[in-house]
């Protein structure tokens, strides 16, 4: 069950110059859930995320974190950043550093944790993900896959209470999206509070507490993962859950071409 409030957004709007981006959003998230942000290409769904955790000014509306404000100018932001973390699509992790010495960097540097602490939680982190054998190697000797999962474990050793993720899975070949995919599967069971925008549709059905679906800068429908999936309210949601579904081809033969066949047999 959702435990207590952690994010309220009320009416927040987004621009860049003319471009609304985000024109009217309201949305809470208690603490333990899961809420799967899903809708077409630029439709403001990575924009939405980066709002959240303090990287955009927004134009209009509140972003709230347990009643504390949450803008780049908030004195406070570097705090409320630690308390919600982001994992992007690009991993971001330094070339010159081993997997060991990324996951370690910001605990040390930003959050001022001890050295020997923070090493034996960044190893069982690492463990937890299957590369705990990979610490001492640098990000240009991993697969794409590992990478993204060594940016989770470092976002995990700053101890967020909250967890973005930005289409973690786009720049991945299909077999690598699985082992990613299972690292979120395996928070969720833990109750971890989680926004994901994905275009993994069997697993947003998967995963979700709630399925939000964004389009043009509004929440067009905000549901369970079976009503959204099996019953969507508005004819714009099942016109986008019908581009994941394909009907069967039936391939048509020609006359002449039955006729070379019966005549070969």
């Known amino acids: 069950m959702a435990g207590k409030e952690l994010l309220k957004i009320e009416h927040l709007k987004k621009q860049y110059d003319e471009n609304v981006v985000l024109k009217d959003i309201s949305i809470t998230v208690k603490q333990g859930e899961v809420v799967v942000i899903v809708g077409p290409s630029g439709c403001g769904k990575s924009t939405f995320l980066r709002c959240l955790n303090g990287l955009e000014t927004i134009q209009g509306g509140t972003i709230t974190y347990e009643g504390e404000s949450v803008e780049v ?17 690009s991993y971001e992790l330094f070339p010159h550093k081993t997997i060991l010495e990324n996951v370690m960097l910001s605990p040390i540097l930003v959050q001022k944790r001890e050295k020997n602490e923070v090493r034996k939680e960044a190893l069982e982190l690492l463990e937890r993900v299957g590369l705990a054998d990979k610490k001492d190697s640098y990000p240009r000797q991993l697969s794409g896959g590992q ?59 998967a995963i979700a507490d709630r399925i939000v679906f964004l389009d043009k800068g509004l929440i067009v429908e905000e549901a369970s993962p079976a009503e959204f999936f ?26 002449d071409d039955v006729k070379a066949v019966e005549a070969y047999v």
């Open 73 to 89: 100018k908030s004195k406070n932001i570097t705090k409320i950043r630690q308390k919600i973390g982001m994992v992007f699509q």
């Open 147 to 205: 990478k993204q999962r060594v940016a989770i474990v470092r976002a995990l050793c700053m101890h967020p209470e909250v967890m973005l993720f930005d289409e973690v899975t786009a720049a991945l070949d299909p077999e690598m999206v699985r082992e990613v995919l299972d690292v979120l599967l395996s928070l969720a069971k833990q109750g971890r509070t989680m926004l994901i925008v994905t275009h993994e549709m069997s697993f947003a059905k």
């Open 230 to 255: 099996e019953n969507p309210k508005t004819e714009r949601a099942k016109q986008f859950l019908s581009t994941f579904t394909f009907d069967k081809v039936e391939k048509s033969r020609s006359v």
